[in-house]
């Protein structure tokens, strides 16, 4: 028993990640330390770790079907005129062009939701500067990039549904062979990702801003949404290439 | 500290912001424990039913009426569904886990307590959807837990086929949707929101358990989600990813080209996982009860968090050996086998630590700590099967036998239950303030101890004697004749075991009103969740943020005042 002891040791001095901020009570959801000044910094790191957390169980998601998609067309099925296994997998005749220019429409969003978080980020940096009294800082520029990757990412997604008429067109439906299913499929999944991103951006963009919140507090709508959208974007090359180069 | 005591205030007052759309996490554990609760008593009467029919194939019974076949395998459906779900995934690590994570590791609150209560009322719609498909026409889906396809993707496969197996999937997908949400909000947790001093080595094993678990279900949950959308899509709109060209009762159906082994590799990528995010907690807690009863440090406690790492980690790669009869390649069922068996390894480190713990010890033998030992007792009886089914040549004729279903249960079933009936005992004095009657604990731990082992243990015998799973008559086959008197024993143990749990309910209410006052600490415990009042307040710490000074098992430490030292007690320091 004489082991026992030996962890035993007095307070720690190098903390551990849980200690490296003070242990402020921002949690809760109820509003901060209690002196009515939420701690913004802790909050935004807070919610970037869980945007981590979260995308790795939406990257699982798209990597079941992927995998999916890649085993299905290996597999052989039994063809019974030749009473031998061949490959049932027709390639899909995908629109080049269009999904060319969808995939140049949303790398110009992530652009635009890129300038938009950095030029929030600036706003909420210089924020109580611009409230001491006298202070000016001359006119910043309100370009309204969020709103404008609101715009590009509909448009997007109105090219993807342009892309699947075209698919149609060509005699590929959804049900039509395993290849358009997947096509469809990982397409409308990607979308509905894409459509949660909009509706965040779009959150951002009016309902915090008329109802005047705290401009730290629409920093971290529009930093986290941001952030979804260049993994959305990223997660689309990736489909794309999937689609093409393994067809 | 007057702005911290600002902060003290008390929660919502209203009824509905209080104890329906809550966001405290005390009150969204008790939530999903009360609905795991609901669950646990509908799964039992499921199984009830199905073992009288066992015995009694004819008879009449009520509400139900005759069973016939295909009522026996909805039967079986929705047991298997229900358990594993809304009883082993929701309880020890959404329940409990919701209740004392935050308090143990010094945080208010969950780190996104919005996200909380929705995953809360997310799982409840599940619930609700997964109830739901009893009444659709048809009835309740007969594809058992697993769903496999092509009878689950086609809606004339069977009766309950039609709308009962929609409202089964739809219901896993809400289900997946909801657990993703709770497993971000636990890491997110465990990560963020530690109070000072308290180091991920500092951490409880409770704590390290529900990590991981949240951790398994981050990545397997979103893996089931993408199957069930497969398997929506191939009933509903006439994809083939999981139907080949099939033949249904003469009529041609129209899908062809898809692999039912696709839907097999993509459940049981999930599914493994699922099994150790059912029994990760219940290890958590009875590494915590052991301690703490057995008044020693946990024996290993690096071992033991190294160890849940490595059954996280092996889950992952294992998911083949529930297929060795799908005519995998023996390759293939190797690699899966030795992956298998190589979990006894962190396995064994466990138990053995466990008895290390319990090992010269003066064992404080109240009802939470039998719960524990009880839980270690199954662990291994069900875990020694294991090895046995994960080596191909030994599955395939046990595949399919009751041998399983003895296996599992006990493992991850009951082991996995004692491991929250251990932790209802124990934490109950800290959620509700009073204590649980001890005698009546004590004759339900005895009873559901030696009902359970009567169960299940005998399954095994007639596995190996080749009583197939699944069938719902045995009377009328003539090589299984001679194990009628053990099916008939097996159901009267139910009988018992199932009218002991009411012992337990009425326990649990009566002492919810009536039972002794309890004390801030009444087992002596060190871990944070003791050192605030009882119950805790809306905030957990009253306005102040525990500071931690030690490892969470400073039990005996010589030199010490008392024979257990708190982790927020600087005066230990001294005792060095």
């Given at each position: 028993?004489?082991?026992?002891?030996?962890?035993?040791?007095?307070?720690?001095?190098?903390?551990?990640?849980?200690?490296?901020?003070?242990?402020?009570?921002?949690?809760?959801?109820?509003?901060?330390?209690?002196?009515?000044?939420?701690?913004?910094?802790?909050?935004?790191?807070?919610?970037?770790?869980?945007?981590?957390?979260?995308?790795?169980?939406?990257?699982?998601?798209?990597?079941?079907?992927?995998?999916?998609?890649?085993?299905?067309?290996?597999?052989?099925?039994?063809?019974?005129?030749?009473?031998?296994?061949?490959?049932?997998?027709?390639?899909?005749?995908?629109?080049?062009?269009?999904?060319?220019?969808?995939?140049?429409?949303?790398?110009?969003?992530?652009?635009?939701?890129?300038?938009?978080?950095?030029?929030?980020?600036?706003?909420?940096?210089?924020?109580?500067?611009?409230?001491?009294?006298?202070?000016?800082?001359?006119?910043?520029?309100?370009?309204?990039?969020?709103?404008?990757?609101?715009?590009?990412?509909?448009?997007?997604?109105?090219?993807?549904?342009?892309?699947?008429?075209?698919?149609?067109?060509?005699?590929?439906?959804?049900?039509?062979?395993?290849?358009?299913?997947?096509?469809?499929?990982?397409?409308?999944?990607?979308?509905?990702?894409?459509?949660?991103?909009?509706?965040?951006?779009?959150?951002?963009?009016?309902?915090?801003?008329?109802?005047?919140?705290?401009?730290?507090?629409?920093?971290?709508?529009?930093?986290?949404?941001?952030?979804?959208?260049?993994?959305?974007?990223?997660?689309?090359?990736?489909?794309?290439?999937?689609?093409?180069?393994?067809? | 500290?007057?702005?911290?005591?600002?902060?003290?205030?008390?929660?919502?007052?209203?009824?509905?912001?209080?104890?329906?759309?809550?966001?405290?996490?005390?009150?969204?554990?008790?939530?999903?424990?009360?609905?795991?609760?609901?669950?646990?008593?509908?799964?039992?009467?499921?199984?009830?039913?199905?073992?009288?029919?066992?015995?009694?194939?004819?008879?009449?019974?009520?509400?139900?009426?005759?069973?016939?076949?295909?009522?026996?395998?909805?039967?079986?459906?929705?047991?298997?569904?229900?358990?594993?779900?809304?009883?082993?995934?929701?309880?020890?690590?959404?329940?409990?886990?919701?209740?004392?994570?935050?308090?143990?590791?010094?945080?208010?609150?969950?780190?996104?307590?919005?996200?909380?209560?929705?995953?809360?009322?997310?799982?409840?719609?599940?619930?609700?959807?997964?109830?739901?498909?009893?009444?659709?026409?048809?009835?309740?889906?007969?594809?058992?837990?697993?769903?496999?396809?092509?009878?689950?993707?086609?809606?004339?496969?069977?009766?309950?086929?039609?709308?009962?197996?929609?409202?089964?999937?739809?219901?896993?997908?809400?289900?997946?949707?909801?657990?993703?949400?709770?497993?971000?909000?636990?890491?997110?947790?465990?990560?963020?929101?530690?109070?000072?001093?308290?180091?991920?080595?500092?951490?409880?094993?409770?704590?390290?358990?529900?990590?991981?678990?949240?951790?398994?279900?981050?990545?397997?949950?979103?893996?089931?989600?993408?199957?069930?959308?497969?398997?929506?899509?191939?009933?509903?709109?006439?994809?083939?990813?999981?139907?080949?060209?099939?033949?249904?009762?003469?009529?041609?159906?129209?899908?062809?080209?898809?692999?039912?082994?696709?839907?097999?590799?993509?459940?049981?990528?999930?599914?493994?996982?699922?099994?150790?995010?059912?029994?990760?907690?219940?290890?958590?807690?009875?590494?915590?009860?052991?301690?703490?009863?057995?008044?020693?440090?946990?024996?290993?406690?690096?071992?033991?968090?190294?160890?849940?790492?490595?059954?996280?980690?092996?889950?992952?790669?294992?998911?083949?050996?529930?297929?060795?009869?799908?005519?995998?390649?023996?390759?293939?069922?190797?690699?899966?086998?030795?992956?298998?068996?190589?979990?006894?390894?962190?396995?064994?480190?466990?138990?053995?630590?466990?008895?290390?713990?319990?090992?010269?010890?003066?064992?404080?033998?109240?009802?939470?700590?039998?719960?524990?030992?009880?839980?270690?007792?199954l662990?291994?009886s069900g875990?020694?099967s294991?090895?046995?089914?994960?080596?191909?040549?030994?599955?395939?004729?046990?595949?399919?036998?009751a041998f399983?279903?003895g296996h599992?249960h006990l493992?991850?079933?009951v082991?996995?239950?004692?491991?929250?009936?251990?932790?209802?005992?124990?934490?109950?004095?800290?959620?509700?303030?009073?204590?649980?009657?001890?005698?009546?604990?004590?004759?339900?731990?005895?009873?559901?101890?030696v009902g359970t082992y009567c169960i299940f243990m005998p399954m095994h015998y007639l596995?190996?004697?080749?009583?197939?799973?699944?069938?719902?008559?045995?009377?009328?086959?003539?090589?299984?004749?001679?194990?009628?008197?053990l099916?008939?024993f097996i159901?009267?143990a139910?009988?018992?075991?199932?009218?002991?749990?009411?012992?337990?309910?009425?326990?649990?209410?009566?002492?919810?009103?009536?039972?002794?006052?309890?004390?801030?600490?009444?087992?002596?415990?060190?871990?944070?969740?003791?050192?605030?009042?009882?119950?805790?307040?809306?905030?957990?710490?009253?306005?102040?943020?525990?500071?931690?000074?030690?490892?969470?098992?400073?039990?005996?430490?010589?030199?010490?005042?008392?024979?257990?030292?708190?982790?927020?007690?600087?005066?230990?320091?001294?005792?060095?």
């Amino acid at each position: 028993m004489a082991t026992f002891s030996s962890t035993i040791r007095g307070p720690q001095t190098e903390q551990g990640e849980g200690g490296v901020h003070p242990p402020v009570r921002g949690g809760g959801g109820d509003g901060g330390r209690g002196d009515g000044y939420p701690d913004y910094g802790q909050r935004l790191r807070r919610v970037r770790v869980g945007l981590a957390i979260g995308l790795t169980s939406v990257t699982m998601i798209f990597v079941a079907l992927t995998s999916a998609y890649i085993v299905r067309r290996g597999l052989p099925t039994y063809d019974d005129h030749t009473r031998t296994y061949i490959s049932d997998w027709i390639p899909v005749e995908l629109p080049l062009a269009l999904l060319l220019i969808n995939t140049a429409l949303l790398a110009a969003s992530s652009l635009t939701a890129e300038l938009a978080r950095r030029q929030i980020t600036r706003q909420a940096a210089l924020a109580p500067v611009r409230s001491i009294p006298g202070v000016s800082l001359g006119r910043e520029s309100g370009f309204p990039w969020l709103g404008l990757t609101v715009v590009l990412g509909l448009g997007f997604l109105t090219g993807q549904w342009l892309a699947w008429r075209e698919l149609a067109d060509r005699g590929f439906y959804l049900a039509t062979s395993a290849s358009s299913s997947f096509v469809y499929l990982l397409t409308a999944a990607h979308g509905v990702h894409l459509l949660g991103g909009i509706l965040v951006l779009l959150y951002a963009a009016t309902v915090s801003f008329l109802l005047h919140r705290p401009i730290e507090g629409r920093r971290i709508v529009v930093d986290v949404a941001a952030w979804y959208w260049h993994f959305m974007f990223v997660l689309w090359l990736g489909i794309f290439a999937l689609l093409w180069f393994v067809r | 500290m007057v702005a911290q005591d600002a902060h003290a205030h008390a929660g919502p007052q209203g009824f509905i912001r209080k104890y329906v759309f809550s966001l405290d996490h005390k009150v969204i554990g008790i939530q999903y424990y009360f609905l795991a609760l609901v669950a646990v008593f509908v799964g039992m009467a499921l199984s009830l039913l199905m073992r009288i029919h066992m015995i009694w194939p004819t008879a009449i019974l009520p509400i139900v009426g005759e069973i016939k076949p295909e009522t026996y395998l909805q039967l079986l459906t929705m047991h298997g569904t229900i358990m594993v779900f809304f009883v082993l995934t929701t309880a020890p690590q959404s329940g409990f886990g919701n209740y004392f994570l935050p308090i143990q590791i010094g945080a208010p609150d969950m780190a996104f307590p919005v996200l909380n209560m929705l995953s809360f009322w997310t799982t409840f719609v599940a619930f609700v959807v997964m109830l739901a498909a009893f009444f659709a026409v048809g009835g309740a889906p007969l594809h058992g837990w697993t769903g496999y396809a092509p009878l689950s993707a086609l809606t004339n496969s069977g009766p309950g086929e039609q709308l009962g197996a929609d409202l089964w999937i739809t219901s896993i997908a809400i289900f997946c949707i909801a657990s993703l949400m709770g497993a971000l909000n636990f890491i997110t947790t465990i990560l963020d929101l530690r109070a000072k001093g308290m180091t991920m080595m500092r951490m409880p094993l409770t704590c390290w358990a529900w990590f991981i678990t949240a951790i398994l279900g981050l990545l397997a949950f979103g893996v089931l989600l993408s199957a069930g959308i497969l398997l929506l899509l191939d009933r509903n709109l006439g994809t083939s990813f999981y139907v080949p060209l099939v033949v249904v009762n003469g009529q041609v159906m129209g899908h062809k080209g898809g692999s039912p082994l696709l839907w097999q590799h993509l459940f049981w990528f999930f599914g493994h996982p699922e099994v150790y995010i059912a029994i990760l907690p219940g290890m958590g807690v009875a590494s915590q009860l052991l301690s703490t009863f057995a008044r020693k440090p946990i024996f290993g406690y690096k071992a033991m968090v190294y160890a849940l790492m490595a059954i996280g980690i092996l889950g992952f790669v294992v998911w083949g050996h529930h297929m060795f009869m799908s005519g995998m390649s023996p390759y293939s069922a190797f690699a899966f086998s030795i992956m298998t068996m190589a979990i006894g390894v962190p396995s064994a480190i466990k138990t053995f630590n466990w008895l290390g713990t319990l090992y010269k010890a003066k064992i404080r033998f109240q009802t939470p700590m039998l719960y524990a030992i009880g839980f270690v007792s199954l662990f291994v009886s069900g875990g020694l099967s294991g090895p046995f089914l994960a080596q191909p040549v030994l599955d395939i004729p046990l595949h399919d036998t009751a041998f399983v279903v003895g296996h599992f249960h006990l493992i991850m079933g009951v082991a996995a239950i004692f491991g929250m009936f251990a932790g209802t005992y124990y934490w109950f004095p800290k959620m509700f303030g009073r204590m649980m009657n001890e005698s009546w604990g004590r004759i339900h731990f005895v009873i559901t101890l030696v009902g359970t082992y009567c169960i299940f243990m005998p399954m095994h015998y007639l596995g190996m004697a080749g009583q197939p799973r699944r069938y719902s008559q045995f009377t009328e086959l003539a090589y299984l004749q001679h194990l009628m008197p053990l099916n008939r024993f097996i159901t009267y143990a139910a009988i018992v075991t199932i009218a002991a749990q009411f012992i337990f309910v009425i326990n649990l209410f009566w002492s919810m009103f009536k039972g002794p006052k309890a004390s801030d600490n009444p087992w002596e415990a060190t871990t944070l969740e003791w050192t605030t009042a009882t119950p805790p307040p809306h905030d957990n710490f009253g306005g102040h943020t525990p500071v931690v000074y030690h490892g969470p098992y400073e039990y005996s430490v010589p030199g010490a005042a008392k024979d257990y030292v708190m982790q927020t007690d600087p005066a230990g320091v001294a005792a060095h």
